[in-house]
């Protein structure tokens, strides 16, 4: 199956269902966002949702077809450039080897590169080996560098 991917651009009920069933599939410490906090990640100029849904554009179009998976695509310049983050790429469990995770990256990628990006970057857990490998062959090289976090 091919996947279609679309970059929302407000927080319907659909939206906000999808992202209450896909982010417990992605993290167990992270509450799904409310509505409120899904519109300010839509209409954000720093941010880009991407969602997917399996079958053909002409499928889904106006129809809306259950969304499968979804990727935020960070985007800000700071001195040195224009930078690009990829953060909470998820795809439901139902869809997963369906070539999902791949549609939702490489339309990433290529927003970021028409922003100005040069580089894109993202983190994935070691455990999450299925995306790692797809990170790998999609051109993603592992970096030498320690990630710091503070909890405030």
């Known amino acids: ?20 069933r896909l982010v417990p599939q992605l993290s ?22 991407f969602v997917a849904r399996l079958g053909g554009e ?9 969304v ?28 997963r080897g369906a070539g999902v995770g791949e549609a939702l990256t490489l339309a990433a990628l290529e927003r970021a590169a028409d922003a100005g990006a040069r580089t894109v970057d993202l983190t994935s857990r070691p455990s999450r ?5 797809l990170y790998t062959r999609l051109g993603f090289e592992l970096r030498e560098t320690n990630v710091y976090r503070l909890d405030l």
């Open 1 to 20: 199956m091919d996947a279609f991917v679309e970059e929302a651009t407000e927080a319907t009920p659909e939206l906000v269902e999808a992202l209450a």
């Open 28 to 49: 167990r410490s992270s509450p799904p966002p409310t509505a409120e906090q899904l519109a300010a990640v839509v209409s954000s100029p720093a941010t880009v949702l």
């Open 68 to 95: 499968v998976g979804s990727l935020t695509l960070v985007l800000f310049r700071i001195p040195t450039g224009q930078r690009a983050w990829i953060e909470d790429v998820v795809v439901d469990e139902s869809a």
């Open 58 to 66: 002409g499928e889904h179009q106006g129809a809306g077809g259950q």
């Open 129 to 133: 080996e299925a995306a790692n490998r």
